[in-house]
């Protein structure tokens, strides 16, 4: 199945910062989602960006599909920006499956 | 954007109970997704439906885990009998088709003890 990775794994911030997480698939996709989790639990779509570049906010997400990645900033980070920002891909292949990567744990202080 | 109620929140349990997760969604989607997520593996696709059909039963761990959809408005999972390790956070999601966004409810954590 399709492999997704997630970087950093980790990543602490002061408040105002600005970060760039990422995400690589290891073969071509028909679908690829950021979701934020919060410290409650509760996963929030944020982009659904096969290809291209979204703006929302103070976030943005751009992919390039024919390279397998995709980057999501967080500018003028704020401490609610904190928690587990996920990547979720479905293969484009037969397979047909849909792979989470593990996660980059953000954690914005004041 | 959807709406997923799921429901209990929390479920403590003891092992070898049956446990029924269940997941209400509010509005019209398609497919209908059941997800795990555990420390150790993270988040994993359990099984999920198209029009109340189970299309892609594949991540269910164990035979001692179903899931039904009799109706578009709910669906269950079941696990029994439970075991310590099936102790995560079972999330239940939406979709309009497979290849669009995915919409989560917020949860049921389970603790088999």
């Known amino acids: 199945g399709i492999q997704v990775e997630q970087s950093p794994p980790d990543l602490i911030l002061q408040e105002g910062a600005n970060s760039t997480l990422r995400c690589n698939f290891s073969?071509?996709?028909?679908?690829l989602q950021w979701f934020h989790q919060n410290p409650w639990g509760q996963l929030i779509n944020l982009f659904y960006?096969?290809?291209g570049t979204k703006q929302n906010g103070r976030l943005s997400a751009t992919t390039v599909a024919t390279e397998r990645y995709s980057l999501l900033y967080i500018s003028s980070s704020q401490t609610t920006d904190s928690g587990v920002y996920f990547c979720a891909v479905l293969d484009s292949g037969g397979y047909q499956k849909v792979t989470f990567g593990i996660g980059t744990k953000l954690q914005v202080i004041p | 954007d959807a709406g997923v109620i799921q429901s209990p929140r929390h479920e403590v349990t003891e092992m070898g109970q049956e446990v029924t997760l269940r997941c209400k969604p509010i509005s019209g989607h398609d497919y209908l997704f059941w997800y795990r997520q555990t420390m150790m593996r993270g988040l994993e696709l359990l099984i999920y439906?198209?029009?109340?059909?189970?299309?892609?039963d594949s991540g269910m761990p164990e035979d001692r885990f179903s899931a039904k959809m009799p109706n578009a408005s709910f669906s269950t999972l079941k696990i029994q009998p439970s075991e310590p390790r099936d102790s995560a956070v079972y999330f239940c999601?939406?979709?309009?088709?497979?290849?669009?966004?995915?919409?989560f409810g917020q949860g049921t954590r389970l603790t088999v003890v």
């Open positions: 073969d071509s996709v028909n679908n």
């Open positions: 439906f198209n029009n109340n059909v189970p299309i892609d």
């Open positions: 999601a939406l979709g309009q088709t497979l290849n669009t966004e995915a919409f």
């Open positions: 960006i096969p290809s």
